[in-house]
């Protein structure tokens, strides 16, 4: 039987009631195409589309916008103007790609199976609860240090660097962990406080709120810090497992997940 992109479509978000406001939907292609591979990613990057039109996929699910902006409109005068914007799209175009933008349905999963997948390959899917849709608890059968914590993460995430806040020395063993742009103060402070957490680990966040939390915390001698993976190191694994699904529903399809390198260096 021949799969479509709205079997794909229809697949992800089955069960899923999604805003009028939201991002997701069908950036290129049409619901009626035959699907002849699938690519899955963090975000569809030229280099991505590249790889992906490689592999042979002709249908990118990706989770952050393909034009630099979280609501981005086909209006936007960059598309006209900017030859990077255009570059792009003729590739997209020439290649004949499907892309669909699954940002919103993911993080409506139960649990949010962007958060599930940074747990799982941390190794904590055994300690963690799900006390809110926007964040996990990991409770460590031992306290460890933050040096100690942050070296394991990464390992498991393969990461050059990671940034954080506090003393490496202090001693953790209740962490949050959320991903993507969930790392501000209006979501992470309070979450700290009533999750009586030690140490939350999060994407990205403004650097003046939650890290300054942080560090009044620490000079007031409280025991919290925080470690900043990235947004795309904390949404990566998430994504895999969206690609482990869809191969799982669609085993005659190949299904291949194409990772992201960091792009910010550290010098």
């Known amino acids: 039987m021949n799969i479509t992109v709205q079997d794909v479509m229809a697949h992800l978000t089955e069960s899923i009631c999604l805003p009028e406001s939201t991002v997701d939907r069908l950036i290129s292609g049409t619901p009626a195409d035959e699907v002849q591979g699938i690519a899955v990613m963090w975000l569809a990057s030229y280099a991505a589309i590249q790889q992906a039109l490689q592999l042979g996929?002709?249908?990118?699910?990706?989770?952050?916008?393909?034009?630099?902006?979280?609501?981005?409109?086909?209006?936007?005068?960059?598309?006209e103007l900017n030859p990077v914007y255009r570059e792009k799209l003729d590739c997209i175009q020439s290649g004949k790609l499907s892309i669909y933008r699954f940002h919103d349905a993911p993080h409506r999963y139960v649990p949010d199976i962007i958060t599930r997948g940074l747990v799982a390959t941390l190794g904590w899917e055994n300690e963690a609860m799900y006390p809110l849709a926007t964040a996990a608890t990991v409770a460590l059968p031992e306290e460890r240090s933050l040096r100690d914590i942050i070296n394991h993460v990464r390992r498991a995430l393969d990461l050059p660097y990671v940034r954080f806040v506090g003393d490496l020395d202090s001693r953790c063993s209740r962490i949050g962990v959320t991903v993507g742009y969930r790392g501000g103060g209006a979501h992470a402070i309070p979450l700290l406080r009533e999750q009586k957490l030690d140490l939350l680990i999060a994407g990205e966040g403004p650097e003046w709120e939650t890290s300054e939390y942080i560090h009044d915390a620490v000079s007031l001698g409280r025991r919290q810090s925080l470690l900043l993976l990235g947004h795309a190191a904390s949404e990566d694994p998430g994504m895999a497992l969206v690609a482990k699904k869809l191969q799982a529903a669609f085993p005659d399809v190949p299904v291949h997940y194409i990772s992201s390198e960091p792009r910010i260096q550290v010098l």
């Open 57 to 79: 996929a002709n249908l990118m699910i990706t989770h952050e916008g393909v034009f630099y902006s979280h609501h981005e409109t086909a209006e936007d005068e960059e598309h």
